[in-house]
């Protein structure tokens, strides 16, 4: 094999091994974002837990409401019966109840602003955890095709690297081939000399 040779399958040979460490360089930054989008989707389910707990204050609350509201119908009903019996004293039963509209109507609207307010963070934060899920399956799919693509490439290199072998081999046994054909001239050159 000739020096040139030699030189072009050096050359050849580094520069394979260098791609060869671009891709496991490649594949290791790749599993270190995987090891990322664990973690988003730890806290995905970390904020889904909180959801859960938000939907059952929610239901607590839609409770204490039901129970409130059939309170004061249960007020109203007694505020009427009173004043079937308290004809005497109807404009002061009429101040008094009126006072007592005004706070439960007071109370019903802050129920009612709360329980919007509620509903309104549980949709935000049902609409944030849609885009964030949405967002680590796009990652995962690209995780998974920058995955196949280093795969691709380390069967490409492994398929190269092969072919260099069998090359090497047949270089090799050309050469010692050669040098025993060389050997066998020059034992024949010699031989005709010392004759």
């Not at 394979?16 to 360089?25: N, S």
């Amino acid at each position: 094999m000739s020096k040139v040779e030699e030189s072009r399958l050096y050359a050849w040979n580094s520069n394979l091994e260098k791609r060869a460490t671009v891709v496991r360089h490649r594949r290791s930054q790749l599993e270190e974002k995987k090891g990322v989008c664990i973690q988003l989707e730890a806290s995905l389910i970390e904020l889904a837990n909180e959801n859960d707990a938000t939907e059952r204050l929610l239901v607590q609350k839609e409770r204490y409401m039901a129970s409130r509201k059939a309170a004061l119908e249960e007020a109203n009903k007694q505020r009427n019966i009173r004043r079937t019996f308290l004809d005497g004293e109807k404009r002061k039963a009429a101040i008094k109840f009126e006072h007592i509209d005004n706070a439960l109507d007071n109370e019903w609207r802050l129920l009612e602003e709360e329980v919007a307010a509620t509903e309104l963070d549980h949709h935000q934060r049902m609409n944030r955890l849609q885009q964030q899920l949405e967002q680590l399956s796009k990652q995962e799919d690209e995780l998974v095709e920058k995955i196949r693509q280093v795969n691709d490439a380390e069967l490409r290199i492994t398929n190269q690297l092969r072919q260099l072998k069998q090359k090497e081999d047949q270089l090799k046994s050309l050469a010692e081939a050669t040098l025993q054909q060389m050997k066998n001239e020059l034992r024949e050159r010699e031989s005709l000399v010392n004759q």
